[in-house]
């Protein structure tokens, strides 16, 4: 039940962007296209799990045995940047088709906040690995059920005639406002 | 051990780590981007309208440096000065290209060219032309409808309510082509700005035989043929019923605008002739 | 419940002002001018010149191409010019002009009014007498039937629909040739029977023509594999596609004809027009053609020749009113306004209406409501809104995914749009593009 | 440009000094912020332990014991005594019933039971809600002394009656044996604060635990030493 | 001939729809559920309706006039349907100021800031409620008692509504059956003869509205039926899973706004999707929804939220949920292929 | 470029917030109330200055290659030191905060000005770009801030402007920093436009 | 019919073999797409050579379009990352629901991606043919 309560919670309720303000420029200026969202959220589940994994350890074994948690940032950085490198260094050497598909179709993941956010705030959390590992999937989830989402709604958007002023970023944030406050209708479902 | 110590230590090794994976990563992928790009990009006008054929200024900023020889390349957004400056960042030469303008060939105003229906569709020259050949008996003219005025980025196109076509505004009109592109009738042309804005150009497309092409329009050019006959350099042609005057030929003379029983041919930015018999109605609705 | 199709469909008011009036044949006109183009495809190739005397039935342009029908001289006379001539688009396109002199025909054409019920010729022959006397379809596409009725090689028909339908509103001359030329038009059935080969033929027609529905159902009663199907009231019925899912239930794929799901549409009107060339040699030279309006004094059928200007036709049904404010060849829904009253009339025209002024307007447009009325309205299941607005901002990609190039172009959308979207104006654009496009990759 | 050129030995090396200065460096801030890091954090505790009970002359950290409710937490109990004589005691408790989340708050209760003062230490409730429990069950001087006050045309506008705060919201000085400490609606003693009736029994849940602990404990180990020297070794954190 | 002819592509004729006459179709089909409104908490009714579409009214000529710059289009009447809407989804003892900013909201933000009618993607009437219940949700949940207060607005006597009072009492440890007792009958419930907003509690009325919307044809039953369908099917899965914690099926669909959501709100053409599949899977998105707020979420209703929610998903299942295309049935293709 | 508008072009003209869209996630995370705004611009600008001086100064001796990662060691390690600082000295904003400090380290604007920026010109010019970035983005969420406190909870830095009863909360929550920054970016295009 | 659902990106050709052209394209990170591209140039932008089929012969230098179905775009991530992900997810249920042991069960998770991306590289010669890529001259 408290894996069910981690999932809803990461998704619905405490939804990264729509609530806790991370992976904002990715959500706003990721391509209109829903498919390339949906492409967006694999890698950055995959990604997000991946550096939690490894971060956790890092402060299990490293940081908190040494008394050094104030490393957390600058090391956390190095590594999620490294791994994600890694990723693609792995992909590239590994399957030169499937490492040309996505590069054709999906924009790079880079060390987005997002990525470090969750990061930080699983290890903050006093999870254990499992649960770790679940948030930082969830929160991804619900990274991409938002991106998806206001990918649709731009793509409609597009098709209108918005007043000059809102044009771009204002109906943006504006429609991610909306989304935002329809989103607390959640609250307290975990 | 002192927290200095197992810092310093704790952060070399993962510093070290990550280096390597990062400095491998940057051998295999990361870019050389050519800084003359930037140096390009900047001087390009940033309007990111496509007359130059590519998706946008950057584009066409990677593609100036690229491009072993930029003759062929124009951004007709800057013209010759801005390819200027981009020749001198790129050590290259460029082709003086002649500044080019858009043109309007009809005169089919409402008073030269009796509306004998009423369109009530899309307000859309193709749309329009998908269906009729237009409201007055010409079927080559102008709908009015304003393709070419919505496809101009630059604002240099307006619609003249009064005689219902439209208006090239030569301060701003950049010469990008969308306007040509727009228009159902092929009524646009992109033509040599000429000295002072001084040029000559023959009014019409209809290619109807004289008669009909007259009855439909007061204005129209009926291909009688005048103009070829007294031009000095044989600029003029006659093709189906239709005159064209070659802007490379074309020396300005103003001989054929005289000579046009119907006024087809237009004259602009010309002083007032002296000749007072000559003088027939100069087009003055491009300011 | 009667039988209909699946999908969309709308019901404006039915008008049929002149349902009740008998086919009357039009006086000749003194001069009729007969475009070469009169069909879907290639222009025929006129055979006349200038000062040439032509009879009634000659042939004066041949096919131009497969896909082209031959034409014929609707009237006795003399050749006055081959020229271009405005056409109802406002377009000039080329025509053949002949000074009416009395009333001579070809002497092999049968003129009584002799029922022939035998029908002598073979399937083959029958297509190719079709051919060359210039039938095309007169149910408004005008495609010219000897293609139709030749299936391309391993398509076999299995059904032949009699389009009956007539659902525009106001047009009645489908409604009065079943009803006055009931037996020739079960003959033509027969002969098309006979050149398809198939044993099964339906005559669709919509419930709001009941005297018809009695009429053929008693002629047809002693005909083996010829039927009568009711319909319910619904535009555009008279689609092709509509009307093979209304009556077989059976839905032509996207892009696909008929003939993939085993059925050809004629029109009644061809079909009389078939029975006539086949069994009397009598070439497509006249039709009937409704003149109707709300303010039209005595709207009638006549019969009349290719060719009569449309002035003509007003004329006997008691003269243009006083403010008309638009004249329109064929229906309401999907007949195209007229720019002069100059123009001939071809062998497509079914109709002519003529409206008011102040129903000749269009209301001002608003921002689409996303109602999705048109969407439901849609008989092919498309959504209009989503086309227009692609075709307006030029997204061909889209607008060929979402399947612009399947509007049958019936207007039921802009009729229903409450923003008054003018829908069909866009799409029709689009299509043009799309297909250019389509076109293009091939 | 004069950079150095990308030679592996020159990366190395720059690599390592680098994250040699800078661990260097880090290290340094480190120990220089140390101590004040734990200042600040003791003395947020202090603050709070100094707020909820009257005035104390030991460390209540150090004096630092824990006990465990029914439902599996722990409560921080905070001792504080005058010239050796306990003049109350802090207890930090919490309740996982909050709108939000878990609020954690720190109570002081008397050594005769009565309630001294509270403060809430952690909250996740809403802003402008849930929040005004911060002050919401304290007396209601207290209450209103940071707001500007409004005027009547607005507060007729925004439906903002006057006497809002008024009612028996206060927990401060009450005696939980006679007053029932739970919201109204629920047939207790205090009035909930208004739209935030969960916020509010979460609160008055927590403060109920801290008591009921305290009073577990005055009645079991009224003057228990050892179970405060067993308790220890979860002393500061 | 001297005439001109008017010239314009096919069709010639329409049908005579046009948006006024289906905006104020809504506003007829509300009269019932206002007059029920007015009727049982009196002046409060009349009062916050008429301040709700004034402004509404308001706002949108102000905006399009000033801000906009475009001519004023407030006789469509889509701004008194947000405005009446709005209303609706208020206590009638809300204080005018808030129906004000909730009007602006509804308008300047939910509306006019995408461009106005048509291309908001989220139910203007419910962005400006949803904004007021997170902006003042003391306001917004204290509910005038019905019959008590007829002639009083601002100091109307207040009470719960059923749904806070099963909330209430559910996290308080009491049982369903227990809190029933404290209900009005479901007679009582389907008249209205309850607490709640405006316009929401009368099912009876609301449902004569639904029912004269979809005789002219404004709207098509796929939404209603969905919302409602699977509000009932979800209730009744959890209704006999657990009767002591779950209320039955026809409690929820008797109270709170599930019947103004589907009927009116849901509807709403902006913001739904456009095929009847669409339809169908848009409305039981707002019954699961609404029935996991009110069920296991914390507020006591979830109708407005449910609806915004899925109003953000429209786009994509207009995407993805195409009407069902001609010649789509793989039946026909083959039947002559075989001969 | 002369200096003085090296400096001031990030208060308007480049306003990393208002015109080119970057570092949200801060922007509209902390902007709660006016204080928390300015205290994050705050601590941005000094990492902005601090390894802007940094990388000007080493820039020289940085290998093409390695230049990512030692920027992000140098960058990072500015940010732990605001990090344990703040913790020291200022634990209330340090709380408020919360997690958006550390990720100051993956906001563009830093790691943008030290690429495109100090790692090509002089100290002094470095610092004055760090400086007017930084100070820009301070600005923009100052502004945010006060706009959402004000309207949120009607006061401004924490002074009490009108009754906190009069404010609409949703500024304060999440929702309401998206359309507060929504309109506030529409205003300032306007502004721009017309001047 | 070709023209739907497909993705299209800009490239430049780099050399041609046969019908075979490598194509150089430059792929952009999520935050490059945002207006800051001029800003922020870090480690965002890369570079990949693409091997696509051609029906017409291009030269080194050439600018065009590389045009794919976007269902593929979509099975390409199933492939890198989205079955990899289950993988870990699942291993790491399982050796933890098991063991109990955090450190092993992490360890297993992360080490279950060299055999999937060892037998990736296995399956290699099939991804070349799924996903190859048509490409068409920019903008004529
Ligand atoms: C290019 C083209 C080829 C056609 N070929 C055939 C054909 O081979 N057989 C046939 O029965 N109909 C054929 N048709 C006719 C159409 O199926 C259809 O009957 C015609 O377009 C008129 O239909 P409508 O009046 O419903 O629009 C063809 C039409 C076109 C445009
Ligand atoms: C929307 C629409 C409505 C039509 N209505 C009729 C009709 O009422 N009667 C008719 O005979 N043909 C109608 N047609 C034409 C038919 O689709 C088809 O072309 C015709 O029945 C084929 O017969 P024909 O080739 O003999 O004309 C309609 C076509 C469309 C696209
Ligand atoms: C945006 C929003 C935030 C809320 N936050 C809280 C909160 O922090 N604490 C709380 O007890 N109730 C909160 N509520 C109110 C609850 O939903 C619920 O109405 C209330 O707790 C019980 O109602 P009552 O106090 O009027 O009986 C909030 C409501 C809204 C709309
Ligand atoms: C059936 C129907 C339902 C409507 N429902 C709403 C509604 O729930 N909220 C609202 O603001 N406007 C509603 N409107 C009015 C109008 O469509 C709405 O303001 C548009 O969303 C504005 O673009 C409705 C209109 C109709 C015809
Ligand atoms: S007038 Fe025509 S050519 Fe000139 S700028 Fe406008 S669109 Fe381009
Ligand atoms: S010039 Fe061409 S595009 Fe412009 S209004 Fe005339 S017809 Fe339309
Ligand atoms: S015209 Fe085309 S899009 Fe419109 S309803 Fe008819 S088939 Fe559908
Ligand atoms: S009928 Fe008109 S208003 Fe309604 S969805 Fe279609 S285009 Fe839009
Ligand atoms: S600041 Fe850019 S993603 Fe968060």
Redesign the interface.
Known sequence: MTYFIIIISAIFVNNIVLSQFLGICPFLGVSKKISTGLGMTGAVTFVMVIATIVTYFIQKLILVPFGITFLQTISFILVIAALVQLVEIVLKKVSPPLYQALGVFLPLITTNCAILGVAIMTVNRDFNLLEAVVFSASSAIGFGLALVTFAGIREQLELVEIPKGMQGAPIALLVAGILAMAFMGFAGMV | MSIVLITILTLAGLGALAAVILYLASQKFKVFEDPRIDQVEEVLPAANCGGCGFPGCRAFAEALVKADDISDLNCPVGGAEVMGKVAQILGKEVAKSEPKIAVVRCNGTCEHRPRLNQYEGAPSCAAASALYGGETGCSFGCYGLGDCVDACNFDAMYMDEKTGLPVVIEDNCVACGACVDACPKNIIELRKKGPKNRRIFVSCVNEEKGAVARKACSVACIGCGKCAKVCPFDAITIKNNLAYIDDEKCRLCRKCVAECPTNAIHELNFPVRKNKTAVKETATEEK | MLKTFKIGGVHPHEWKLSAEKQIEVLPLPKRVSVPVTQHIGAPAKPLVKKGDIVKTGQMIAASGGFVSANIHSPVSGKVFKVDQTVDASGYRKPAIIIDVDGDEWLDDIDRSDKLVKEITLSGEEIIKKIGEMGIVGMGGATFPSHVKLSPPPGKKCEILIINGVECEPYLTSDHRLMLEKSEELIVGIRILMKALNVNKAVIGIENNKPDAIKKLTELTSKEEGIDVQPLKVKYPQGGEKQLIDAITGRQVPSGKLPIEVGAVVQNVGTTVAVYEAVQKNKPLIERVVTVTGPAIAQPSNFLARIGTPIEQLIEAAGGLPQDTGKVIGGGPMMGKALTSLEVPITKGSSGLLVLPDEAAHRQPVKNCIRCSKCVSACPMGLEPYLLMIEAEKEMWDRAEEDRIMDCIECGSCSFTCPAHRPLLDYIRLGKGKVGQIIRSRQ | ???????LS???L???T???L????????????????A???EK?QQEAIRLVVPEFDNNPAQEMYLIPTSDGDSLKVFPAKKEGKKVGCAIESISHNG??GDVKIMVGILPDGTIYNYQVLEHKE????GTKMTTWFKPSEEDNV?????NAF???????SNN?GGGNTSIVGVDPTKTKLEVS??GGDIDAI?????SS?AFLEAVRKAWYAYTEIVDTHSSATTKEKNSQEGGMQ | MNQKLVISPSPHIHSGDSIPANMYGVIIALLPALATSVWLFGVGALIVTFTSVAACVFFEWIIQKYLLKVTPSITDGSAIVTGLLLAFNLPTNIPIGLIIIGAAVAIGIGKMSFGGLGNNPFNPALVGRVFLLISYPVQMTTWPTPFASRLQYIDAQTGATPLSVIKEGLSNGQTIPELMERIPSYLDLFLGKTGGSAGEMAALALLIGGVYLLWKRIITWHIPVSVIGSVVIFTGILHLANPSTFADPLFHILTGGIMLGAFFMATDYATSPMSNKGMLLYGAGIGIITVLIRCFGSYPEGVSFAILIMNGFTPLINRYMKPKRFGETIKTARVQTSK | MNQWSNFTKGFFKENPVFVMLLGMCPTLGVTSSAINGLGMGLATTFVLVMSNIVVALVKDFIPEKVRIPSFIVIIASFVTIVEMVMQAWLPALFEALGLFIPLIVVNCIVLGRAEAFASKNSVGSSIIDGLGMGLGFSLALTILGTTRELLGSGKAFGLPIFSESYGMLVFVLAPGAFIALGYLIALINKIRRAG | MAGKNQIEHEGIVEQTEGDHVKVRILTQSACASCHAKGVCTAADLQEKIIDASSDRTYSAGDRVTLVGESRLGLQAAWWAYILPLILMLGTLIVTFSLTKDENLSGLLALAILVPYYLLIKIFNKKFLKTFSFTIKPSMD
């Open positions: 440009m004069g950079k150095t050129e990308s030679s020159n990366m190395a720059t690599l390592i680098i994250t040699l800078t661990g260097a460096a880090l290290g340094y801030v480190y120990k220089l912020t140390e101590k004040p890091v200042i600040a954090k947020k709108f939000g809403t802003p402008g809600l940071s707001k500007a006050s409004g607005f507060n007729w506008l925004f439906g903002i809002s609606a629920d208004t739209a935030a009736t969960i029994r």
